[in-house]
């Protein structure tokens, strides 16, 4: 049996004792949500809160897409720093890590020499010789060391956790929280170094739900509580509120964010699962970069729409009476009114339209169909700042 059976999962949650989660890291906010009742998952064996008893799944998603809310992320930014860290990132990455200027961020996908995916992550460029790469879950780090046997780069663990702010006030909150106000300029993608109550904080203008946001950074030499409790005071009147992952995962399907480890893994190459567009095979010479160059291009990975219920993770998807592939992530929408998720294809053919037969949570098949992603804002204009989007709640 996997990690789940589709219906029941297993969730850590704060316990008396001592021992036995010596492989576990507590982020530095820890104490500030556990009045919240938090259900944590392990990513990158750090706690990350999936849900929470204080708030409803649907209550956090529309938190998120009308006002704000917070997240406490697993992710674990490994720091890459020395005058040939470039050339080692140019090696482990499909892109040209060149490109990504000082003060900027980049997407990091990282393959194995067959092409098969490791994991992906935001990749900080925080001055010419010093990078932060915020990776997904994955094992990671240690195929970066080896890789890195001779060159002079130091590859190390800075200690630092990354939270996110997200939804359509999420700016507001930002300039009410910096001292000295917006950051200019902080586009897409942007870093910016910021004065929290005193205290200067990294941030990126990135996230994990196409809604408007940003990400910050807390440092060792930070004082988390009094970080938190200035931002919490500049969320008054925006409704801010902390929220687990269980409310995220229903934006991030929506807007076709994959998840390492479930959405793709080591058997999916990038053109597999849709991420073709971040392989530039006229760059320099990455691992894995041989077996793409061969690789078949058509995806395999498809939105996927149900009417019947929402579908069951690891559940069947059928074309007429036959196992078409499985799926990947699944949850209802409350925005859209269905069933929503992924699906990854035994083989490449079906595409958007097609007609299939869902596994839901139940374990009864429905209707549904394969559809582009993203399911809305085709052009990521949300994030981007371009479009406000602040959908109605029904009821």
């Given amino acids: ?24 890291t507590r982020h530095p906010y820890h104490e500030i949500e556990r009045p919240l009742g938090p259900h944590y998952c392990v990513y ?49 990455f499909t892109k040209d890590i060149s490109k990504v200027k000082p003060g900027r961020c980049g997407y990091g996908l990282a393959c194995f020499d067959d092409g098969g995916m490791i994991t992906d992550g935001v990749l900080l460029r925080l001055s010419e010789t010093l990078f932060w790469y915020a990776q997904a879950d994955g094992d990671f780090v240690n195929w970066a060391r080896a890789h890195a ?35 200019e300029p902080f586009g897409y993608f942007g870093i910016a170094r910021v004065r929290f109550g005193g205290q200067e904080v990294v941030i990126t203008r990135t996230g994990y739900t196409n809604e408007l946001g940003w990400e910050f950074y807390t440092e060792p030499h930070h004082d988390a509580e009094a970080l938190w409790r200035h931002l919490e005071k500049a969320g008054q009147g925006h409704g801010l509120c902390i929220f687990g992952l269980d409310s995220m995962n229903i934006r991030r399907i929506e807007a076709g964010i994959l998840n390492a480890g479930s959405d793709f893994d080591g058997t999916t190459t990038p053109f597999d699962v849709g991420l073709g567009r971040f392989v530039d095979l006229d760059g320099p010479d990455f691992i894995g970069r041989a077996a793409l160059q061969d690789a078949p291009r058509e995806a395999r990975l498809h939105g996927l729409r149900c009417d019947g219920g929402e579908p069951k993770v690891g559940g069947t998807v059928k074309i007429g009476d036959a196992p078409a592939g499985r799926v ?11 069933g929503i998720g992924m699906v990854l294809l035994d083989k490449a053919g079906p595409g958007p339209g097609s007609r299939v037969l869902v596994e839901t949570r139940d374990g009864s098949y429905h209707p549904g169909e394969l559809v582009e992603m993203p399911f809305y804002d085709k052009q990521a204009e949300i994030p981007r700042g371009k479009r406000v989007d602040i959908p109605e709640r029904p009821g």
């Avoid at 001592?18 to 576990?24: I, T």
């Avoid at 130091?154 to 939804?167: A, E, L, M």
């Fill in 1 to 24: 049996m996997g990690s789940s059976d589709g219906a029941t999962r297993d969730l850590v949650t704060t316990q008396p004792g001592a021992g036995w989660d010596f492989g576990l």
């Fill in 328 to 338: 990947t992530c699944g949850a209802l929408s409350p925005f859209l009114g269905h």
């Fill in 149 to 183: 046997r001779g060159m002079d780069v130091r590859i190390y663990d800075p200690k630092v956790f990354v939270s996110q702010v997200q939804g359509p006030a999420a700016m507001d909150i930002l300039a009410a929280a910096a001292d000295d106000g917006m950051p």
């Fill in 44 to 92: 990158n064996r750090r706690l990350m809160a999936v849900r929470l008893d204080a708030l409803d799944t649907d209550e956090g998603y529309w938190k998120l897409r009308r006002e704000a809310a917070l997240l406490n992320t697993g992710e674990w930014p490994i720091a890459f720093e020395g005058p040939e860290a470039e050339a080692l990132l140019n090696r482990l």
